[in-house]
C-alpha cells in the first residue's frame, strides 16, 4: 500500500488524474482466460495511447462469468503490466460481501492502486439511504484501500446524489463512477467539492465536464482505446487542451471524432455490447477475442457491416 486509510483521499487527489480505461477481458476461442493477449493490450495502452489508468475486472471485462480466482490473476496480470507506469482500480463488485472483501485484500496484497465497488441490488428496497451507507462503512472499515463508489441502472436503481456525499464522507472514499443523468452527477459535484473525484463514463461528456465542473478524471469505459490509435490519439489531444484552458481547439478536435463514435454506435447490436467492442478491438489491432456465457458474438453479417464502418469512420492506423 502507498498510503494509509486516513491518507486515501489526498493521495487520490493528487494521483487519480487524466483519462482512464475499462479492460475488457480477452477470452481464447476455448473461452479460457487470454492472459498473453491482456498483457499486450494493456502495454498498448500505456505506451501508445498515454492512457494513465485501467478500470480491472469489472463489467467491461464481464466479472460475473470469471471465477474467483480467475478475478484475482485478472488483478496480478494488470498489476504486474502497468509496473508503476499506469494506475489500476480493481472491481470487487459481489453481491456477497465476503467475496467483496476477499478480492478487496487481493488488490491490496498485489499492489492495485484503487478498488471500485458497485452498488449492490436491494430488492424491495425503497429506502435505501441507511442501507446504503452501512453497506460502504462495513467494507471501508475492512480495508485500508481508497474505495471508489460505483452506481449504475443494472443495480435496479441509482444512488441518490444525497447518499453519496454521506458515504463520501468515510475516509477511504476517494471517488465514484456514477452512471446517471447529468443533473445528477452536476449535483453531486457540487455537494462533494474536493472530497471525492466524481466521474462518468459518456466520452461525449467528458470534454464539457472539464470546462463546466472543473473534472481531472475520466473513470472510465473502452472510449480511451477504441477511438484512438499510435498514430490518432485525438481523445488525448483534446483533453490536454481542455486542462490547458484551450477550450475551442478542444472542442473542434473533440468533434472531430463524431465519426468514429457514429461507426461505433450505429453497427453494435443491443443485445451484444461487449462482442462488439472486441471485434472493434481486433480491427485496431489489439487483442480481442471471444465473449462468455450468458453474452453472445457477433454473427459474420454483424462483423462485415462493423468493418465497413470502421473503413469509413477516419481513425488513423
Aim: hydrophobic content about 35%; aromatic content about 10%; overall charge negative.
Amino acid at each position: 500500500m502507498k498510503y494509509t486509510r486516513q491518507q486515501a483521499k489526498d493521495y487520490a487527489r493528487e494521483h487519480m488524474r487524466g483519462i482512464w480505461a475499462a479492460a475488457l477481458n480477452p477470452f481464447n476461442d476455448d473461452l479460457s482466460f487470454n492472459e498473453a493477449g491482456l498483457r499486450a493490450n494493456i502495454r498498448h495502452w500505456i505506451d501508445d495511447l498515454g492512457i494513465r489508468g485501467l478500470f480491472i475486472a469489472g463489467k467491461q471485462g464481464e466479472f460475473w462469468s470469471m471465477s474467483l480466482e480467475e478475478r484475482k490473476r485478472n488483478m496480478t496480470v494488470a498489476v504486474e503490466e502497468c509496473a508503476g507506469r499506469a494506475d489500476t482500480i480493481m472491481s470487487i463488485s459481489d453481491q456477497n460481501v465476503d467475496t467483496v472483501l476477499d478480492l478487496g485484500r487481493h488488490a491490496q496484497e498485489c499492489g492495485a492502486d484503487y478498488v471500485v465497488v458497485h452498488a449492490p441490488m436491494l430488492s424491495f428496497c425503497h429506502d435505501r439511504d441507511e442501507i446504503l451507507y452501512n453497506y460502504y462503512k462495513y467494507i471501508c472499515d475492512r480495508l485500508e484501500i481508497g474505495i471508489a463508489m460505483w452506481s449504475h441502472p443494472d443495480s435496479g436503481y441509482l444512488m441518490e446524489p444525497e447518499t453519496c456525499a454521506r458515504i463520501a464522507e468515510l475516509p477511504n472514499i476517494v471517488a465514484i463512477k456514477y452512471s446517471v443523468p447529468r443533473e445528477m452527477y452536476v449535483r453531486l459535484t457540487h455537494m462533494v467539492g474536493d472530497r471525492i473525484q466524481v466521474s462518468t463514463s459518456a466520452e461525449p461528456e467528458w470534454l464539457d465536464n472539464i470546462e463546466e465542473l472543473g473534472w481531472r478524471l475520466y473513470l472510465c469505459s473502452s472510449p480511451p482505446y477504441q477511438l484512438q490509435t499510435r498514430n490518432d490519439r485525438r481523445m488525448h489531444e483534446y483533453t490536454e487542451l481542455a486542462f490547458a484552458g484551450k477550450f475551442a481547439e478542444a472542442q473542434r478536435v473533440r468533434d472531430s471524432l463524431n465519426p468514429v463514435r457514429e461507426a461505433i454506435q450505429r453497427t453494435k447490436p443491443g443485445g451484444k455490447p461487449t462482442a462488439h467492442g472486441k471485434y472493434w478491438q481486433e480491427l485496431l489491432g489489439q487483442v480481442g477475442g471471444k465473449v462468455r456465457h450468458p453474452m453472445l458474438n457477433l454473427t459474420q453479417a454483424e462483423k462485415d457491416a462493423t468493418r465497413a464502418a470502421f473503413d469509413s469512420c477516419g481513425l488513423k492506423l
